[in-house]
């Protein structure tokens, strides 16, 4: 019975942590600051928001002339249709009124007057000034300094110490972490994210994850992708091992199915990860028909299907060709660099960060200056 029970809290975390639920009255952060006005049910005040940024809103019921930088829209209430620089657009969600002030959907405000929009913490994030690249940033391997015996050398085994400044760096200066979902819509449908927008990943489902950057990541306010190989996790079963911090802990599959609210998860592969006789890794060298069966394997564990990281970052044309048929839409390299709107969407670069990457490197690298 108490295995049940829990399965059952499991699946409703699970089903709360995957979709987006506004309350009934939402804040609204605008360039870093909170302003008095609220969203409702997922609508947003038009002119409150407009406003605050400098522009202008003219509303005569049932219609609102908006002007924002270069942009002029007239939109009317309940109608789908708006003209913007005299051209007529269809909204996917038409214009409301509540409190007498005219409501419209974070897409209109990001597809249509081009600014960055996203939600986290139960507020809606609004920049004037949209994000035109993303840096994402890719951790492995999480440890204390104080119990970190065995890999206080290895580069990819970074102090919580370090995880928690850099965080705290992020929350200070303002900056978002927007979920698959938002990255994609960003990389394919054009949708504008705040302007410091950056994206967390952790590769190879290391339990020290959940143990030491969950908290972490929790405290600021900020979302992470995890990508695990899904055979390691799936060998563990439904027990997780308690952390050995003199040895790599894998996070079990049951682990997996937690922090849904701050850890979606994503495929690294199901078993291709380590290297063959050549080098190479064994997603390179394996067949195409391989390639998609282990992927979509993978896919029973994680809670995203979309996106993929390569391991140990090797790919090649068969690779990234059956990743497609596979269904996956974003796979990220280990290639330092900005994502933009026009990147590769099959070669997405990441910036590692390492054991030895300093502060400076990391605000670097976050400010878009490398």
Not at 243 to 257: K, P, V
Not at 350 to 367: A, E, H, L, P
Request: aromatic content about 10%; charged content about 20%; some cysteine.
């Amino acid at each position: 019975m108490k295995k049940l029970i829990g399965l059952l809290i499991m699946l409703l975390f699970i089903t709360i942590g995957s979709a987006t639920v506004y309350a009934a009255d939402t804040g609204i952060i605008i360039d870093g600051e909170e302003i008095g006005a609220s969203a409702r049910s997922g609508m947003i005040p038009v002119q409150d928001v407009v406003e605050h940024m400098g522009s202008s809103v003219f509303w005569n019921p049932p219609h609102a002339i908006i002007r924002h930088d270069n942009i002029t829209a007239i939109i009317t209430y309940r109608s789908n249709i708006a003209i913007v620089n005299g051209q007529t657009i269809s909204l996917a969600v038409a214009p409301r009124i509540a409190n007498g002030q005219i409501m419209v959907s974070r897409c209109f405000l990001s597809e249509i007057l081009g600014v960055g929009v996203g939600f986290i913490n139960d507020s809606f994030v609004i920049s004037s000034s949209p994000a035109t690249q993303v840096p994402v940033l890719v951790y492995h391997h999480i440890l204390p300094d104080e119990v970190n015996t065995n890999f206080s050398s290895n580069a990819w085994t970074i102090s919580t110490e370090n995880f928690a400044e850099q965080m705290r760096y992020l929350r200070d200066n303002g900056f978002y972490t927007p979920t698959l979902k938002e990255f994609e819509s960003f990389l394919l449908r054009g949708r504008d994210l705040p302007a410091n927008s950056v994206v967390i990943h952790f590769d190879d489902g290391y339990y020290s994850n959940y143990v030491y950057a969950y908290p972490i990541l929790e405290r600021y306010g900020f979302r992470a992708v995890l990508f695990p190989v899904t055979e390691r996790t799936e060998s563990l079963g439904e027990v997780q091992p308690p952390i050995d911090h003199g040895a790599l802990t894998r996070a079990a599959a049951i682990t997996l199915r937690y922090g849904t609210n701050i850890f979606e998860t994503a495929s690294h592969s199901h078993d291709l990860h380590d290297r063959g006789e050549d080098g190479r890794t064994l997603l390179v060298s394996t067949t195409r028909e391989d390639i998609i069966a282990d992927t979509q394997r993978s896919f029973e564990f994680v809670t995203n299907r979309r996106a993929y990281a390569y391991p140990l970052g090797m790919y090649n044309d068969t690779v990234i060709s059956a990743l497609r048929e596979a269904g996956i839409t974003m796979a990220f390299t280990v290639n330092g660099g900005y994502i933009t709107p026009d990147s590769d969407t099959m070669r997405l670069p990441r910036f590692t960060i390492y054991r030895s990457t300093q502060m400076g490197r990391f605000r670097d690298i976050v400010n878009r200056r490398v």
